[in-house]
């Protein structure tokens, strides 16, 4: 049934995008410049297979069983969370309204939201009216008043807006599937300047800022394929809206190299479908292309998972070396995290469960290579660059 859902939203995405670039014929816009490139990713992409629970949990992750890279699976959250405390996820998992045990949670809906921010003296915008004279202002958002951002979305007769940045306004935002789990909460609970409780001295905090955030953008607003960076875990929740999550199997670092350096994926896409209520939990690693059907507010959280910090070193390496494969600049924050969670693992802290021992070890010689290759300072008072990309260590923004 999801399947036939995800199918028809792809047939609803091509019917606005063909809507708005007629509309909106203006050259040298980023509507107009990139938007034919992900209509034709989104007419390649095929229909992802939803699995069940029970078909999750028999698969041999680890061995020789056959399964398709193009998998999801549907389950409630009571099954979200036997998933996720069994081990490390392998593959994106939906949770509809219906299957939730937050369902009746209230929605927080655009109208409340965009109130909350009229408060707000600025907004961060992607405006895809924009003229992309120059790559410095694609890159970057406008920061502009909250009162012409809201205006900005509110009219229909101009091209699609983004909003970017958004700090998490959702009260306990974390899923109930993981809100429980230690192994999730290392990402927001880790303080890599030891303190236990609050922060006394202004000190990076680019990465932990992004563990709550919201998503606000028009019909129409879309993004190119790219990894959340540092390989974290992400959850969407669906405030009010609908939204078509293109999602890329996970890919081999063959593969990963090749879409850096080529900008074209190994393997095509696959539609999930969201609305309101639903909850998508993201694997790391994941390139992903969403697209708004209709006005979209989200709330999303970010984590990573104790048992499975190699991947989250490897991702960021190739990062460093493959910059286009993420929207995101690397985190000031992130050797900072990462040198705490050393000193946590290599002491066997009872707190977190952790991988086995050869994966500690490949951690280690991973963490080692990313400081010797990158100079990066325990304590940045300035910007640190990586030899291998001479990119500045620092955060451009978030987006769906």
Known sequence: MHQNASRYAVQRGLDLIAALLTKFSSKGTRLSQELPKYQSILREAIDGKAITYFEYITTDWGGDTPFTRHQYVVCSEQQA?????????????????????????????????????STKPSVDVHDYGEDLDAREKYIHPTIISSADAIKLFRDPNIEPVNFLNLAGYRPNPVPA???????YSILRN??????????????????????SFQILGKAGVFSMPHMDHHGVITTIRSEEGDKLWLECPALQEDEIISWGRDNVLALPSFPVYMTDGYIFIQPGGRAHSPFSLTDVHMSGTMHWDSRSMVPVLEQSLLE???????????????????????????????????ADEESR??????HKVGIDSCHLDLVPATPAKCKASNMPLGLVGVAG
């Open 320 to 354: 460093l070396q493959y910059p286009t494969i993420t929207n995101e600049e690397p985190a000031k924050e992130f050797n900072l995290k990462l040198a705490r969670i050393s000193e946590l693992w290599n002491t066997h802290h009872p707190y977190y469960p952790w």
């Open 81 to 117: 969370e036997a998933i996720l405390e069994s081990a490390p996820l392998k593959l994106p998992l939906l949770i509809p309204a219906a299957f939730s045990t937050t369902s009746s949670m209230a929605n927080i809906r655009i109208n409340e939201y965009l109130t909350y921010l």
């Open 177 to 183: 599937c993981m809100a429980n789990l230690r192994q």
């Open 361 to 366: 070890m490949e951690f280690n010689t991973l």
């Open 190 to 211: 880790t303080m890599e300047y030891d303190q236990s409780g609050k922060a006394t001295n202004v000190h990076p905090n680019d990465l932990s800022s992004c563990t």
